[in-house]
């Protein structure tokens, strides 16, 4: 992909997919970033050699592509004194604002993409959902997914509200193994283990468990059937969370979770137009 990718804030999202897009080999100067903290702003010079400005309005003329990475409720304010070329690509990383209201700030001559990044793209290994609306150019959904997969996997859903139930699986979803792990090492210390080996055990039984599943070739059913015996310790374990209800509370998680997503789409919405 060839072209200049403006970004609208500098913070830690923009800062992996900076790094990503450089180490697959964008050049840093293609790069331009609108970050008024000026000591952020150094730093991204510094690091990446990439070009910074104060003000957004300074660096999108001639972008092919601007990536929204502002929190949400900032975002409306960020893009309204943007002058964007016709057909730029507007990529929205910032939870719960939707088309129509970005569409109300920037007009109907850009091409717009939400998605819904999560965390461990700051490692390189997250997973982005996204969304375009109906007519969106080829070009545009390649060059938005170009710059997410700087940061990890992609995955493209049919419908807007879908990136409420995306928001609710992945972009929340590292704090549900954070929550896990935590559960794991304080029940380890309560079984006598030190609080420094319980940690050990409950961290690196996650990572590992995920490049099983990350291997893909095992569907994460027959993995847990293989180390569950008959009668032994896991199944003692996986029976005791069965029996309390695990599977119905996590999907009862999630729904709260894409609800609440959906609420904060609407209350954005609302203040864009107040």
């Given at each position: 992909?060839?072209?200049?990718?403006?970004?609208?804030?500098?913070?830690?999202?923009?800062?992996?997919?900076?790094?990503?897009?450089?180490?697959?080999?964008?050049?840093?100067?293609?790069?331009?970033?609108?970050?008024?903290?000026?000591?952020?702003?150094?730093?991204?010079?510094?690091?990446?050699?990439?070009?910074?400005?104060?003000?957004g309005g300074d660096?999108?003329?001639?972008?092919?592509?601007?990536?929204?990475?502002?929190?949400?409720?900032?975002?409306?304010?960020?893009?309204?004194?943007?002058?964007?070329?016709?057909?730029?690509?507007?990529?929205?990383?910032?939870?719960?604002?939707?088309?129509?209201?970005?569409?109300?700030?920037?007009?109907?001559?850009?091409?717009?993409?939400?998605?819904?990044?999560?965390?461990?793209?700051?490692?390189?290994?997250?997973?982005?959902?996204?969304?375009?609306?109906?007519?969106?150019?080829?070009?545009?959904?390649?060059?938005?997914?170009w710059i997410l997969?700087?940061?990890?996997?992609?995955?493209?859903?049919?419908?807007?509200?879908?990136?409420?139930?995306?928001?609710?699986?992945?972009?929340?979803?590292?704090?549900?193994?954070?929550?896990?792990?935590?559960?794991?090492?304080?029940?380890?210390?309560?079984?006598?283990?030190?609080?420094?080996?319980?940690?050990?055990?409950?961290?690196?039984?996650?990572?590992?468990?995920?490049?099983?599943?990350?291997?893909?070739?095992?569907?994460?059913?027959?993995?847990?059937?293989?180390?569950?015996?008959?009668?032994?310790?896991?199944?003692?374990?996986?029976?005791?969370?069965?029996?309390?209800?695990?599977?119905?509370?996590?999907?009862?998680?999630?729904?709260?979770?894409?609800?609440?997503?959906?609420?904060?789409?609407?209350?954005?919405?609302?203040?864009?137009?107040?």
């Open positions: 992909m060839a072209g200049t990718v403006a970004f609208i804030g500098g913070g830690n999202m923009a800062t992996s997919l900076i790094g990503g897009l450089i180490a697959a080999g964008a050049d840093p100067q293609a790069l331009r970033v609108a970050e008024p903290d000026a000591a952020r702003a150094a730093a991204l010079r510094e690091r990446f050699g990439v070009q910074t400005a104060a003000s660096i999108v003329a001639g972008a092919a592509a601007v990536v929204l990475a502002v929190k949400p409720q900032q975002l409306v304010a960020a893009v309204k004194p943007l002058q964007l070329d016709k057909g730029t690509t507007v990529l929205s990383i910032a939870a719960g604002v939707r088309v129509e209201t970005l569409r109300a700030s920037l007009g109907s001559g850009v091409h717009i993409v939400r998605s819904m990044p999560n965390t461990p793209a700051l490692y390189g290994v997250g997973i982005s959902g996204l969304y375009a609306p109906e007519g969106t150019p080829d070009a545009a959904r390649k060059l938005a997914q997969d700087a940061a990890g996997q992609c995955c493209w859903v049919e419908h807007e509200s879908d990136l409420d139930a995306v928001t609710a699986v992945s972009g929340s979803g590292p704090a549900y193994f954070f929550l896990l792990v935590e559960a794991m090492r304080e029940a380890g210390v309560k079984l006598g283990l030190s609080p420094e080996v319980a940690a050990q055990l409950a961290a690196r039984t996650l990572v590992g468990a995920a490049k099983m599943v990350d291997a893909g070739d095992t569907d994460v059913a027959v993995l847990r059937a293989n180390v569950t015996s008959k009668g032994g310790t896991t199944a003692a374990a996986l029976q005791h969370l069965e029996s309390a209800g695990l599977r119905p509370i996590i999907q009862d998680a999630l729904a709260a979770a894409a609800n609440r997503s959906r609420e904060l789409g609407d209350e954005l919405a609302a203040a864009a137009t107040s």
